[in-house]
Nanobody, 113 residues
Framework: QVQLVESGGGLVQSGGSLRLSCAAS????????MGWYRQAPGKQRESVAT???????NYADFVKGRFTISRDNAKNTVYLQMDSLKPEDTAVYYC???????WGQGTQVTVSS
């Protein structure tokens, strides 16, 4: 069965960095478009970044220039490098196989001011 397992979240001060990882299994990862979403308390889940099979990335305006999505097809893993973090980036971050019903369990990112 398809499994997406996120890791790398935590507590960081404003201006700091975190690197999230999402390990995929049970799916054709190399031909899957992947994405990172986030959901803050009381808010809807929103797209953060997506990456194509060829590595082309798209970002939400609110993370452009600060976050970088990448993938390693040999490791079946997608990453989200988050720099210059702000308190408003606090949320649960999820990875997903775009166009499928599959989501990870999420990893909490908390940015203190």
């Amino acid at each position: 069965q398809v499994q997406l397992v996120e890791s790398g979240g935590g507590l960081v001060q404003s201006g700091g960095s975190l690197r999230l990882s999402c390990a995929a299994s049970g799916m054709p990862f190399s031909v899957a478009f992947m994405g990172w979403y986030r959901q803050a308390p009381g808010k809807q889940r929103e797209s953060v970044a997506t990456i194509s099979t060829g590595g082309s990335a798209n970002y939400a305006d609110f993370v452009k220039g600060r976050f970088t999505i990448s993938r390693d097809n040999a490791k079946n893993t997608v990453y989200l490098q988050m720099d210059s973090l702000k308190p408003e980036d606090t949320a649960v971050y999820y990875c997903t196989w775009l166009g499928s019903p599959y989501w990870g369990q999420g990893t909490q990112v908390t940015v203190s001011s």
